[in-house]
């Protein structure tokens, strides 16, 4: 499958092209980056891969499908773009504004006849792949409560506007994760921290309680402003704890420049050191790290395509995330539960 990039930013750069290039049966097609200085760097990174100026150049050019990795303001046009012209669809998150905005799109798909995802990739996490294991194999007895936190202390990243804030951005991600592990939700709560400081009132935190229809809890949070750089897991369950705090493993390789195509055995796994502790029947053991590799999305993605096997993340799936975070918005605003 011959894929293209929108979007040359962070995203582009470090969450996308890297895994397209080290997915198997794909091929990094080209780029779109408009200004000079992107284009440079696209062809620093992947010299002699074409770099378009527009979306409707590269569909000009032919591509089997194209991820949309522009600012989030930008996203819905291109996506209804790409698909108009019969191209299968990778959307970044935060898949749309809201609900609706995403269910649009889910729409526009099935009209087009295509096939539209949407990139939660940490899905493919190694400590949620870890903690999946862990509750897959029974160990725990029944779920009752999962507890997610994840601090970045990284303020010049928080994007502000009307569709920005934390929720929608590593929120969609910490959801999305929930509702994987512990199926859909019926009722929401949660706080949000607010800031100003950018000059606009922006989301900076958040605390979202979510009751899953399986009767299980989880707890998501999160902050950009608050100095803390900490991740950390515990899954209660009828048979005992398990309990894992780790590092943001892909993405600090990522940004220390390496690249999963040049080691992937290697690639995605923590270090013995964050060995989450499984506690269960009067005994605890260490859980070696799972190995996550986001490249394993565009695996699955192309085989989808191709009628080979399930998608990695339905935009249907989008859909129920954004829900969750209209719940906690609403939530927030009228300090009370939501029921889904």
């Not at 999305?176 to 929401?188: E, I």
Request: hydrophobic share 40%; aromatic share 6%.
């Amino acid at each position: 499958m011959r894929i293209g990039v929108v979007g040359y930013g962070v995203g582009g750069k470090y969450f996308h092209a890297p895994f397209i290039e080290a997915a198997e049966e794909v091929e990094l097609a080209g780029i779109v980056a408009r200004s000079e200085p992107k284009r440079a760097e696209v062809q620093a990174d992947y010299p002699g891969l074409p770099v378009y100026e527009s979306l409707k150049e590269m569909l000009a050019a032919g591509v089997d499908a194209v991820t949309i990795t522009t600012p989030p303001h930008t996203r819905r046009d291109l996506v209804l773009e790409a698909l108009a012209a019969g191209v299968h669809v990778v959307a970044d998150k935060p898949f749309g504004p809201t609900a609706a905005a995403g269910q649009e799109l889910v729409d526009a798909a099935k009209e087009a006849g295509a096939v539209l995802n949407v990139f939660h990739n940490r899905r493919r996490d190694a400590d949620i792949l870890t903690l999946a294991n862990v509750l897959s194999s029974g160990e725990l007895g029944e779920p009752w409560r999962v507890h997610s936190i994840m601090d970045q202390d990284s303020a010049d990243t928080l994007e502000v506007g009307p569709t920005g804030g934390l929720l929608r951005d590593l929120g969609s991600h910490l959801v999305d994760q929930m509702l994987w592990l512990l199926g859909p939700a019926t009722h929401v709560h949660a706080k949000l921290d607010w800031t100003e400081r950018f000059g606009e009132r922006t989301d900076c935190g958040f605390f979202i309680t979510l009751t899953h229809a399986s009767g299980a809890l989880s707890t998501v949070s999160a902050t950009k402003l608050n100095h803390s750089t900490t991740r950390e897991l515990r899954a209660y369950g009828s048979q005992g704890s398990y309990i894992a705090s780790g590092a943001d493993v892909q993405a600090e390789a990522l940004f220390a420049g390496r690249r999963p195509a040049a080691d992937p055995e290697n690639w995605g796994i923590d270090v013995p050191g964050n060995a989450g502790i499984l506690a269960v029947n009067g005994s605890s053991k260490r859980i070696p790290s799972a190995q996550g590799n986001y490249a394993t999305f565009y695996t699955e993605f192309a085989r989808a395509v191709r009628g080979e096997g399930p998608e990695p993340v339905p935009a249907e799936e989008g859909v129920r995330t954004l829900e969750v975070l209209d719940a906690a918005r609403l939530s927030d605003a009228e300090q009370r539960v939501v029921a889904l």
